[in-house]
């Protein structure tokens, strides 16, 4: 395994990590940092607090949550609304801002498919806490612009299990804002789940 040592942009403190992982966190500072084409850039973050009641192997998932603004321009959908828009956008409305929820770990394509659309349908609420509690954190491996980018894969993945749909929805997603957000897992057989 190859180790990778940087220092910490806000108190010079060296940290030591796996390779693969692109986000630097700083346990003196409490500052984590990424570095995508070499220049360390902070990161605006948040750890979710475990269930009491979480049991098993802990693990810390780093997801982007993007905070964006999501209008409708055309929908041609025959007798009825977009059951999973007007769930996102209140009160049927054709424009509103939502969370979506983007795995940064390394995810096989059923799993990452699995929590984004999980988090993104319903918003989850938890908690936070100020450190990581010695519990591992799975390395970031997807950078916050691939993020943004992937935003309109979810929302694609969620209309198109409704049959007809996608192809007669048109619409804008902007990102506001973009948040890297540490929620709990237990790992089991059946791979990893949520411990919120
Ligand atoms: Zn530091």
Same mark, same amino acid.
């Given at each position: 395994?190859? =180790? ?29 940092? =990424? ?64 969370? =979506? ?96």
């Amino acid at each position: 395994m190859k =180790i990778v040592q940087v220092k910490c942009p806000s108190c010079n403190q060296a940290i030591m990590m796996k390779e693969k992982d692109k986000l630097f966190y700083c346990d003196k500072c409490n500052v984590m940092h =990424i570095r995508e084409g070499g220049a360390p850039e902070k990161v605006d973050f948040e750890i979710a607090e475990f269930s009491p009641k979480a049991q098993g192997e802990k693990v810390y998932m780093p997801f982007w949550r993007l905070y964006t603004t999501f209008i409708v321009r055309s929908k041609n959908v025959e007798g009825g609304t977009i059951f999973k828009m007007s769930q996102w956008l209140k009160g049927g409305s054709d424009s509103g801002n939502m969370f =979506i929820y983007i795995p940064a770990a390394e995810l096989d394509a059923g799993t990452f498919r699995k929590f984004s659309t999980m988090f993104t349908g319903a918003a989850p609420r938890y908690p936070t806490r100020l450190n990581f509690n010695n519990v591992r954190r799975l390395p970031g491996t997807l950078p916050k612009q691939e993020a943004a980018q992937l935003a309109d894969f979810v929302v694609v993945t969620m209309e198109a299990e409704q049959p007809g749909v996608l192809q007669k929805l048109d619409y804008s997603l902007t990102v506001n804002d973009t948040k890297l957000v540490y929620l709990p897992f237990v790992m089991t057989p059946q791979g990893p789940m949520s411990a919120l």
